[in-house]
Antibody, heavy 118, light 106 residues
Framework: EVELVQSGAEVKKPGESLRISCQAS????????IGWVRQMPGNGLEWMGV????????EYRPSFQGQVTISADTSTDTIYLQWSSLKASDTAIYYC???????????WGQGTLVTVSP | EIVLTQSPATLSVSPGERATLSCRAS??????LAWYQQKPGQAPRLLIS???TRATDIPARFSGGGFGTDFTLTISSLQSEDFALYYC?????????FGLGTKVEI
């Protein structure tokens, strides 16, 4: 059974750094693209980027390029989403998603709430 | 980017009735469309891919259709557990984009 288990909720101040994680299980980690979708409060869904763990190839949505860093650790089947300097506008729920080939997102993690407030 | 317009924003339906949700793409996407259901406090769940193929364990009362720019998700007889938010996703053109959602309420 495919499972994506994310790290817990975070409360941070503007300017702080943060790394959240997602550990995958139930499938061959290096064979699928896996990444992140953002859901801002009361808003819809926005795809941020994905990584192919076998070769660390990464696709970023242009609006997130340079704002976040996605990485993967094949020794623990875990991916990460990292910010070097958070803003209040980063407050959102972040979902880990597995992408089926280059198409739809077939499995989702439970979500990680990130709150950025002074 | 391809823009997906979902309508209506909110759909009020009684249990047992049929619900039809619409998703329109700003340009043709063949059948490269998926539908998701999201309940409060939960992650989205894949319902349909390829515009009309139900995902594993999705009940037959959910059906999808359409081609090109116009797509529909139909719930044939609404059950209490179907009241939720529904999103469409296009994966024809990079980057994949979501619609803003339709809320199905009692």
């Amino acid at each position: 059974e495919v499972e994506l288990v994310q790290s817990g909720a975070e409360v941070k101040k503007p300017g702080e750094s943060l790394r959240i994680s997602c550990q995958a299980s139930g499938y061959v980690f290096t064979s699928y693209w896996i990444g992140w979708v953002r859901q801002m409060p009361g808003n819809g869904l926005e795809w941020m980027g994905v990584i192919f763990p076998r070769d660390s190839d990464i696709e970023y949505r242009p609006s997130f390029q340079g704002q976040v860093t996605i990485s993967a650790d094949t020794s623990t089947d875990t991916i990460y989403l990292q910010w070097s300097s958070l803003k209040a506008s980063d407050t959102a729920i972040y979902y880990c998603v597995r992408r089926f080939g280059s198409s739809w997102f077939d499995f989702w993690g439970q979500g990680t709430l990130v709150t950025v407030s002074p | 980017e391809i823009v997906l317009t979902q309508s209506p924003a909110t759909l009020s339906v009684s249990p047992g009735e049929r619900a039809t949700l619409s998703c329109r793409a700003s340009q043709g996407i063949h059948t490269n469309l998926a539908w998701y259901q999201q309940k409060p406090g939960q992650a989205p769940r894949l319902l349909i891919s390829g515009a009309s193929t139900r995902a594993t364990d999705i009940p037959a009362r959910f059906s999808g259709g359409g081609f090109g720019t116009d797509f529909t998700l139909t719930i044939s007889s609404l059950q209490s557990e179907d009241f939720a938010l529904y999103y469409c996703l296009q994966y024809s053109l990079w980057p994949q984009t979501f619609g803003l959602g339709t809320k199905v309420e009692i």
